[in-house]
């Protein structure tokens, strides 16, 4: 009996739970939910002044060449596919050169349960790199309090 070859994804389990902003306002982070069926499915959120201002819908599948690719559904914005181009232990850099910003998303596992998560790409001729610290939370401390 031949055994499944394990998913290209697998090497991201790592990035599967709840990460909270460690710049932004509770309520603030990424929630990416286990490899299932293929697919790891993620959303971001952004919270300013106790209102979420923007938000994001993500996946990471494998593509018909056997490679990872993050597709982003941002608010307010056209769905965009970047593919990975690193996959390390703990570290995974998506590109897309011909997106406008970002072209290129980085993930970085750090110790303590810590994510350097960044986009970064050039804007108006320049470099530039945005950078989204995050922590690993219970998935209740996303959700902050009600309002």
Same mark, same amino acid.
Not at 16 to 42: D, N
Not at 81 to 97: K, W
């Given at each position: =009996? ?32 286990? /490899?299932?069926?293929?697919? =790891? ?16 819908? /993500?996946?990471?599948?494998? !593509? ?31 590109? !897309? ?8 998303? /980085? ?5 303590? !349960? ?7 790409? /050039?804007? !108006? ?8 610290? =995050? ?13």
């Amino acid at each position: =009996m031949a055994h499944a070859q394990e998913s290209p994804l697998a090497t991201l389990a790592w990035l599967a739970g709840c990460w909270a902003s460690e710049t932004g306002e509770v309520g603030s982070g990424e929630h990416w939910l286990p /490899l299932a069926g293929g697919t =790891m499915l993620g959303v971001g959120r952004t919270v300013k002044n106790g209102k979420t201002v923007s938000h994001e819908f /993500l996946q990471i599948r494998v !593509n018909a060449e056997g490679k990872p690719v993050y597709i982003a559904i941002p608010s307010g914005q056209k769905e965009a596919s970047f593919v990975a181009i690193l996959v390390a232990d703990g570290a995974v850099t998506f590109e !897309n050169l011909q997106h406008d910003f970002p072209q290129r998303i /980085l993930y970085k596992a750090l110790p303590d !349960n810590r994510l350097a998560a960044r986009i970064e790409g /050039l804007r !108006n001729g320049a470099l530039r790199g945005i950078d989204f610290p =995050m922590k690993r939370v219970s998935c209740d401390a996303l959700v902050g309090k009600p309002s």
